[in-house]
């Protein structure tokens, strides 16, 4: 037979505050087991488990309405999917802290070096080769071809391929992420490219001397133990496009279930 206790009692047997457990009653996670005579709360033996499993969940940063969903679940299968996702994104919060916190203590600002949450975005990528800083022909020729499609696009990139003089290389152009893309008859891929956290610098040199910038973003990279996810790309914004800095992505930030 199951044994009752007060609020008090109840407290003190699981370590859980009185008011802890009006709040989850509230919140509509953990309701008394009954009402005594006098209207006090009443708690079972039996509840012990299911508040300390909510208390534990809460800590770990688990929203109240997946913890509801979870308590209702009867099916092990899906608790266990919800366990494992829970354990993906409180990962993926570490991972963002510790970008964070590696940030602040590299001194990055005297550096010229940022970082920036890049949005998910669609690119639609061509190849093209043409020696150092010279590329600015295949970017009109094709920003025209998009432009005479309506395709509307808001930034232009460039991702190096190989070469050291006359370089082989990807320039590209994000569009919406829910743009239909139809009527291209020669690109090399379309990258749906992922929310993430960026490490940059600006350059505004002479475009003969970006290597230089490349070396030391690596260079940045390497003594402070970020680790790439993806090349580094030149990103060319603003107005006509003139703004350019470099990105090296460090940290996909995008959750399941988002």
């Not at 494992?84 to 993926?92: A, C, D, P, R, S």
């Not at 940059?200 to 290597?211: D, G, R, T, V, Y």
């Not at 990103?235 to 399941?256: A, D, H, K, S």
Request: with cysteine.
């Amino acid at each position: 037979m199951a044994q009752l206790m007060n609020i008090q009692d109840f407290s003190e047997r699981t370590g859980i505050s009185k008011s802890a457990l009006r709040y989850y009653e509230q919140k509509n996670l953990l309701f008394p087991w009954g009402r005594s005579t006098n209207g006090y709360r009443l708690y079972s033996d039996d509840q012990i488990a299911t508040v300390k499993l909510i208390s534990s969940l809460r800590l770990a940063g688990i929203p109240i309405k997946d913890i509801q969903i979870y308590l209702l679940e009867n099916e092990e299968t899906r608790r266990q999917e919800m366990m494992e996702n829970w354990i993906y994104n409180v990962k993926k919060t570490r991972d963002l802290l510790m970008v964070s916190l590696r940030y602040l203590e590299s001194d990055s600002i005297s550096k010229e070096i940022y970082l920036i949450e890049k949005n998910a975005e669609q690119i639609i990528w061509f190849t093209a080769e043409s020696k150092t800083g010279e590329f600015k022909g295949h970017f009109s020729k094709r920003r025209g071809e998009l432009q005479k499609l309506n395709i509307p696009f808001k930034n232009c990139y460039l991702k190096y391929l190989s070469g050291k003089d006359f370089i082989k290389a990807q320039i590209g152009f994000g569009v919406p992420t829910d743009l239909k893309i139809n009527d291209l008859t020669e690109f090399a891929l379309i990258e749906n490219m992922p929310k993430c956290i960026c490490i940059a610098m600006p350059f505004n040199e002479p475009l003969s001397k970006i290597q230089n910038s490349y070396n030391k973003l690596m260079s940045y990279a390497l003594e402070h133990k970020w680790t790439p996810i993806a090349p580094i790309l030149e990103r060319y914004y603003g107005e006509n496009f003139t703004e350019l800095e470099l990105l090296m992505p460090v940290t996909q930030i995008e959750r399941r279930g988002e």
